[in-house]
């Protein structure tokens, strides 16, 4: 498994992670990833999977790097507090070591969520700070906040078929030394990809190349400086098969073949303000109703 400095920390974390949304298959599954060297995993408060990622890294804490996320509606500085209180408590660990804000909440003041943040990684119940689906401007709000310590990584959504960031957010980040963990790096399902592969360019790269389809995929977005990471399954044939996206690279070529065949999108700002404001509940709702849709009107929606 390939390391990547986190930031400019001096901290390497894998290059790909385990992420745990949706995830219902317990500990054992999620162990095998971490002796696979995925030692990174990806929760939230939200995720209702911060006690079995607790459970998968006893006997191996120090050595592996958990990431969890405070909710929104949690930003004010004493839920915040509590918040993390709890998830250490559900972790079963005295620190975290990346704590992100999971998404931007304009009704509270980003200087009284930073406040609390600065304050846990004073008192080391959080060893590094991050956002999450944060715009630059956000990003460079909540840094402004932060003060001098700095925020260090911004999850986003990023994969072969939604390159929305490449506009101005990743060239921000690079810039700027902030790691961007890439989210739905599998586009939430192979097939979401696939309805945006006419050619079957992932295909003929998976048989040339002696790779899964999904590890093809998965390494497109390590191809990119910066970019960390965190597909998600569950089952160990999946979170074994995601692990051996790391450790090689695509060519240019096949790099210059994926880019030329695979249509992919990069959102406007208008459909990235819709999806960053559909709350929670609605997203897993249009995520069902999506994956029964005829391929089409998929592709159309996505
Ligand atoms: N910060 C945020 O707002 C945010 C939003 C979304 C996600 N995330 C994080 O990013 C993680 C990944 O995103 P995601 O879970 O939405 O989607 P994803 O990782 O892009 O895709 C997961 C889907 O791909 C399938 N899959 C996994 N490995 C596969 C393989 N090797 N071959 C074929 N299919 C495979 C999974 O099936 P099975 O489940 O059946 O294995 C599941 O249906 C989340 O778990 C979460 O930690 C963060």
């Excluded at 999946?238 to 790099?255: K, M, P, V, Y």
Aim: net charge positive; with cysteine; aromatic share 6%.
């Amino acid at each position: 498994m390939i390391l990547t400095e986190l930031a400019n920390t001096g901290v390497f974390i894998p290059e790909v992670g385990i992420g745990t949304w949706d995830y219902h298959a317990g500990p054992g599954p999620l162990r095998k990833g971490l002796e696979a060297g995925a030692l990174f995993i990806d929760t939230a408060e939200s995720y209702g999977t911060e006690a079995a990622v607790g459970e998968a890294v006893r006997g191996m804490r120090e050595r592996v790097f958990i990431a969890t996320k405070v909710s929104p509606q949690h930003f004010r500085s004493a839920d915040l507090r509590r918040s993390v209180d709890a998830s250490l408590k559900r972790l079963g660990t005295d620190v975290i070591d990346l704590l992100q804000l999971h998404e931007p909440n304009p009704s509270i003041p980003i200087a009284d969520t930073m406040q609390a943040v600065a304050g846990l990684l004073d008192a080391g119940k959080v060893r590094f700070a991050g956002v999450s689906n944060f715009s630059v401007t956000q990003l460079q709000e909540a840094q402004n906040a932060l003060g001098r310590h700095p925020i260090v990584s911004n999850q986003v959504r990023y994969n072969l078929i939604d390159r929305t960031i490449e506009q101005d957010l990743l060239p921000y980040c690079r810039a700027n030394r902030i790691t961007v963990i890439a989210y739905c790096p599998l586009a939430r399902g192979l097939n979401r990809i696939r309805d945006c592969d006419p050619t079957g360019v992932i295909d003929e790269l998976a048989q040339t190349t002696g790779r899964s389809p999904a590890q093809i995929v998965i390494n497109w977005c390590l191809c990119r400086d910066g970019v960390v990471a965190i597909p998600k399954g569950n089952s160990i044939e999946h979170i074994l098969d995601n692990c051996g996206a790391s450790d090689w690279r695509l060519s240019r070529e096949q790099l210059d073949l994926l880019d030329a065949r695979i249509q992919f999108r990069r959102r406007s700002r208008f459909d990235q303000l819709v999806r960053q404001w559909l709350p929670g509940p609605l997203q897993t709702l249009a995520v069902g109703t999506m994956n029964v849709l005829p391929r089409g009107l998929r592709r159309r929606l996505r």
